[in-house]
C-alpha cells in the first residue's frame, strides 16, 4: 500500500521474456530500437514534425468517440474530442485519452510468433509472417480435407478485429464455423423481446429527460457508459427520481435519489413482487392494457392456448395470398379471440369498435376461456410481497414503494445492463417480467416511459453505408453448436483461428475452455496484447491498434449519428498488421483473396461513393477527408422515439406477453426460478458461501487496457469484499487472497469496501493472467446452460455472476505476503 492506493505488480523485461519468449528475438525480427517503451513517451525534438488525425474510438463500449489525435515525430502526445462535431457529441473519456500510453503498451505483440513449448506455457520463437501464414493454411487446409469444412474455427473478439468487425470475410470464403450465438447480453432480451418484437429494446436517450422515474437495474452507468451518463444526470436535473438496484453501492447508486440493495440474481422477484403490489392496488392501467397488449386475449382454460381463429396469410406488398412453396399448401396466420363487452360476444382481437374483456370467464366455440390478464393474476398469486421480501432481501414497504413510483409517478423508465442480472440463468424471466410490468402500468411506447438497455449507439441514427458482400457460394459454416458449449457438447472443431481472445473473454470456467483448446490440432491467434488465451496457441500474429495503418485514410464506420471515416495516426508498430491486409494474406493462401477489398480505401470507396444510402448523400471518400473524417447522417437531429402511435413489431402489432411458446417449461407467463448457482438454499453455500460478481469498471473495456501502466498505477485485479466478510477471515485491503472453487482459483488483492454486500466479493472484468499472481478470474465463473432457453432468439446465457466460491488470505508460500 502507498498512499492508500493497491500497488501494480512490476512487470519487468524478464518476467515479459519469460511468460511470452519476447525480448532480444523481437529485436532482431525488425523491432529494433523499441525496446524500451518509455522511449516512446520521452520529450519530442527541437523542431518536431507534426500531424492531426481524426478516427474513431472504442466499439465494445458502445462509445464510438470520434478522436482528434496530435502526433509528434511519429509518436501520438494528444488525444482529444474530434472537435468537427456538434458540441454535445464530442466526448472522450479516460480510457480515451490513456490510448497515448495504451498503444505503445510493453505487452504489445511484436512479431509472429510460433510455440516451442507446452500448449499453456506461452514458450515462443520468433517467426517471419509468411512462415506463420503459411503454418496457419496448412493447418486449417489440412483440418478440413481429415474432417470437413466446420472442422475449422475462426471467431472474431474484441479490438483486434475492431476495423472490419462486422464482416466475416475469412471464415465465409473458407466456409469455417464460426460459434453460433454468443450467450451474452441478451439474457433480459430472450425474456423481452417477444413481447416488444425490438432487437435487445433500447431505452431512447432522447426520452431520457422526459421521464419522472428512472429505476436503474444493476446497470453502473457512471463506468460503462461514462460518456453518455451526463444523459441520466440530466435527467436528475430535470426533476426526475433516479432509483439504483444493485447489490453493490456502485458510483451510480451514489448519484441517486434512492438506492435498492438486492440480492444477487433476484431482481425478477423484485419486479414479480411490484406487479402484485400493482395488481392488489389496482395501480393498473386498464386501457393501455386493452388497446395496446394481449392481456384481454382468451386462453383456452384446459389447454392453455390462445383462443384464435385461422386465415390464410396474405403478401403485405401485393395483398395475394401466401402458400407454402414446398407443399403449395396455403399459409396460415392465427387471429386471437377476445370477449367483447358492447356486443357480449366473441371478436377477434383487431376488430374495431370493441370494448375486449379484461377479467372474466366465458365460452368461445364452446371452449371455456379467460382473458390472459386474469390468468396472470392467477398464475402470479404465489409471488407475494412476503415472498419477494425473502427472496430478493428487499423490504416490502421498499417494493411497494417502488411500485408506486413506477405506477403513480410516471412517465417511468427501466433502465437495465447488459451485464449484473443479466448474467444469471433465471435473466429471461427478469425480461419478461419486466414487458409485463411496463405493460400493466403503460410505462411503455410514450414519452419518458421505457424499458430497456441504454446502450449509447442504439438510439441513434445508423448511416446507410453500402455492405461488401461475397459471392453467394461463400459463407460460414454452421455447425449448431455455440462456442460456449464447444467443451460439454460433442463437435467438429479440431483447429481454431482466433482475432482477439475469445475463449476466455467469452467463456465461463476458463479452465474447461482452456482444457478444450489443448485438445485441439491447431490454435492461432491474431492480436494486438499478450492477453489470456495467447499462451495456448501455436502461432500468433500481431494485430495493429484502431491508430495504426499502413494506408492514410482506412475504416469506415457508423454510430452516435455520424459516419466517419478513420485516418493513420501513426504507422503500425513493430511487425503488425491491419485486420484487411491478415485477411488478405490468409485468403491469399486459398487463391480466393481477389473476392476481398484490396485495400481499405476500396473498401470505404464502396460504402460510402457507391453503394452509401439516402442518409449519407454528400459523405464520400473524398469529402470525409476534408470535414475531419465525420460526417452527421442527414435526419439524424430528429429523436428516435419508438413505437409511439403503440403499434409493435409483433405478429400483432401488439404487446404480446403470453408466450404460448413456453408452456411446456411453464414460462408462458413469468414464474420465478432460482439462479443456477447463487441462491440462499443452495448446499453448495456450506462450502462455497460468498456469490461472485464482476462488472464494469473506468478503467477497462472487457481485459482491454490490461496492458495501461498508467491504469494499473491506480487499478490492479482486486477482490472487493464488505468488511465484516473479511474481518471473519482475517483479511485487510492489500493482502494477496485466493477466491476458490470447484472449477478453479485465483490469486489476487483484497480490497475491503463498505459499498460490498455481505455475502458477495465483486471484481472489475476480466484482466489479463499475466497480472495475477495465480490465475485469473474466469476461472472460478459458471457455465452453466439453461437447457429451456436454446429454443429462444438469443439462446442460453453465460452466467458470469451465478458463481459461488470462498475466499481466503494467501499464504506466503502461494505468493502471498508473508
Not at 100 to 129: C, M
Not at 673 to 694: C, G, I, R, S
Amino acid at each position: 500500500m502507498q498512499d492508500g492506493r493497491l500497488q501494480s505488480p512490476v512487470l519487468d523485461r524478464r518476467s515479459f521474456v519469460k511468460a511470452g519468449a519476447l525480448g532480444a528475438t523481437l529485436v532482431t525480427a525488425g523491432a529494433a530500437g523499441m525496446l524500451s517503451f518509455d522511449s516512446w513517451l520521452e520529450e519530442a525534438s527541437a523542431e518536431p514534425e507534426e500531424k492531426v488525425a481524426y478516427l474513431r474510438h472504442q466499439f465494445h463500449c458502445l462509445g464510438g468517440c470520434c478522436l482528434k489525435c496530435t502526433v509528434r515525430d511519429g509518436r501520438m502526445v494528444l488525444i482529444e474530442p474530434n472537435n468537427a462535431l456538434a458540441p454535445e457529441d464530442q466526448k472522450i473519456c479516460l480510457r480515451g485519452i490513456n490510448e497515448i500510453q495504451h498503444v505503445y503498451s510493453a505487452d504489445r505483440i511484436q512479431t509472429p510468433l510460433k510455440r516451442v513449448g507446452e500448449r499453456g506455457n506461452g514458450e515462443f520463437v520468433a517467426i517471419t509472417w509468411d512462415e506463420a501464414l503459411e503454418t496457419i493454411a496448412a493447418a486449417l487446409k489440412e483440418s478440413q480435407e481429415k474432417y470437413g469444412e466446420n472442422s475449422v474455427f475462426v471467431r472474431k473478439s474484441t479490438e483486434a478485429s475492431a476495423a472490419l468487425s462486422w464482416y466475416e470475410f475469412f471464415p465465409s470464403l473458407i466456409h469455417a464455423e464460426t460459434g453460433g450465438r454468443w450467450g451474452l447480453d441478451r439474457g433480459q432480451a430472450n425474456g423481452l423481446v417477444p413481447a416488444v418484437g425490438a432487437y435487445i429494446p433500447p431505452v431512447s436517450k432522447d426520452d431520457f429527460a422526459k421521464a419522472k422515474t428512472i429505476i436503474n437495474l444493476g446497470i453502473n452507468m457512471a463506468e460503462s457508459s461514462m460518456t453518455w451518463s451526463h444523459m441520466l444526470f440530466e435527467a436528475k436535473e430535470a426533476g426526475a427520481k433516479l432509483i439504483t438496484v444493485d447489490p453493490r453501492f456502485s458510483p451510480t447508486a451514489s448519484k441517486s435519489h434512492q438506492y435498492v440493495p438486492i440480492k444477487p440474481g433476484t431482481d425478477a422477484a423484485l419486479i414479480l413482487g411490484m406487479i402484485t403490489a400493482i395488481i392488489e392496488k389496482e395501480w393498473y392501467d386498464e386501457e393501455f392494457m386493452s388497446a395496446n397488449t394481449s392481456l384481454p386475449w382468451l386462453i383456452d382454460d384446459r389447454t392453455g392456448k390462445i383462443v384464435s381463429e385461422e386465415e390464410q396469410a396474405v403478401d403485405e406488398e401485393t395483398g395475394e395470398p401466401l402458400t407454402d412453396e414446398a407443399t403449395n399448401e396455403p399459409v396460415m396466420k392465427t387471429i386471437p379471440l377476445v370477449w367483447d363487452t358492447k356486443s357480449k360476444g366473441v371478436k377477434r382481437y383487431n376488430t374495431e369498435d370493441i370494448e375486449p374483456a379484461l377479467t372474466g370467464s366465458y365460452t368461445a366455440d364452446g371452449v371455456k376461456a379467460t382473458p390472459q390478464f386474469d390468468v396472470l393474476k392467477t398464475q402470479l398469486s404465489a409471488y407475494t410481497l412476503d415472498w419477494a421480501t425473502e427472496t430478493s432481501g428487499v423490504d416490502a414497504e421498499v417494493i411497494i414503494g417502488l411500485a408506486d413510483e413506477y405506477a403513480n409517478h410516471g412517465p417511468s423508465t427501466i433502465n437495465f445492463g447488459l451485464g449484473g442480472p443479466d448474467k444469471y440463468t433465471n435473466a429471461d424471466v427478469l425480461g419478461h417480467s419486466l414487458a409485463v410490468v411496463a405493460a400493466l402500468t403503460g410505462n411503455y411506447g410514450k414519452e419518458g416511459a421505457w424499458v430497456g438497455y441504454y446502450g449509447s449507439g442504439a438510439t441513434t441514427h445508423y448511416a446507410a453505408t453500402g455492405w461488401w458482400a461475397l459471392p453467394e457460394e461463400f459463407a460460414p459454416g454452421d455447425s449448431g453448436t455455440a462456442m460456449y458449449d464447444f467443451p460439454y457438447e460433442d463437435n467438429n472443431v479440431h483447429a481454431a483461428l482466433t482475432f482477439g481472445d475469445a475463449f476466455t473473454l467469452e467463456s465461463g470456467n476458463a479452465n474447461a475452455m482452456l482444457e478444450w483448446v489443448k485438445g485441439l490440432d491447431f490454435f492461432a491467434i491474431c492480436d494486438i496484447y499478450y492477453s489470456s488465451a495467447v499462451d495456448y496457441a501455436d502461432i500468433v500474429l500481431p494485430a495493429c491498434t484502431k491508430f495504426e495503418s499502413v494506408e492514410e485514410w482506412n475504416s469506415v464506420r457508423d454510430g452516435n449519428n455520424y459516419v466517419s471515416l478513420s485516418q493513420k495516426a501513426i504507422d503500425p508498430l513493430f511487425e503488425s498488421k491491419t485486420n484487411l491486409e491478415v485477411e488478405l494474406l490468409l485468403a491469399a493462401q486459398w487463391g480466393l483473396d481477389q473476392h476481398l477489398p484490396q485495400s481499405y480505401e476500396e473498401l470505404a470507396r464502396f460504402m460510402l461513393d457507391e453503394t452509401g444510402g439516402a442518409n449519407i448523400k454528400g459523405a464520400t471518400f473524398e469529402s470525409l477527408q476534408k470535414s475531419q473524417g465525420v460526417f452527421r447522417v442527414i435526419g439524424s437531429e430528429e429523436p428516435i422515439l419508438g413505437p409511439r402511435d403503440q403499434i409493435y413489431p409483433t405478429p400483432s402489432t401488439k404487446i404480446e406477453l403470453y408466450y404460448e411458446n413456453q408452456l411446456e417449461t411453464n414460462q408462458a407467463f413469468p414464474q420465478y426460478e432460482l439462479p443456477n448457482e447463487a441462491f440462499d438454499a443452495n448446499p453448495k453455500k456450506e462450502e462455497y458461501p460468498l456469490v461472485f460478481m464482476q462488472g464494469k469498471t473506468r478503467y477497462r473495456i472487457h481485459a482491454y487496457y490490461s496492458a495501461s501502466s498508467w491504469f494499473s498505477e491506480y487499478y490492479v485485479p482486486a477482490v472487493n469484499i464488505s468488511p465484516k466478510d473479511a474481518e471473519a477471515r482475517g483479511i485487510v485491503t492489500g493482502d494477496d487472497v485466493r477466491v476458490s472453487n470447484d472449477r478453479g482459483t485465483f490469486i489476487a488483492q483484497a480490497l475491503v469496501n463498505n459499498a460490498i454486500r455481505e455475502g458477495t466479493l465483486f471484481m472489475a472484468e476480466t484482466t489479463y493472467t499475466r497480472y495475477y499472481k495465480e490465475g485469473f478470474l474466469q476461472n472460478v465463473t459458471n457455465s452453466a446452460r439453461n437447457e429451456r432457453c436454446y429454443p429462444m432468439i438469443y439462446g442460453p446465457q453465460i452466467p458470469f455472476n451465478d458463481t459461488l466460491v470462498e475466499v481466503r488470505k494467501a499464504s506466503a508460500s502461494e505468493g502471498g505476503a508473508s
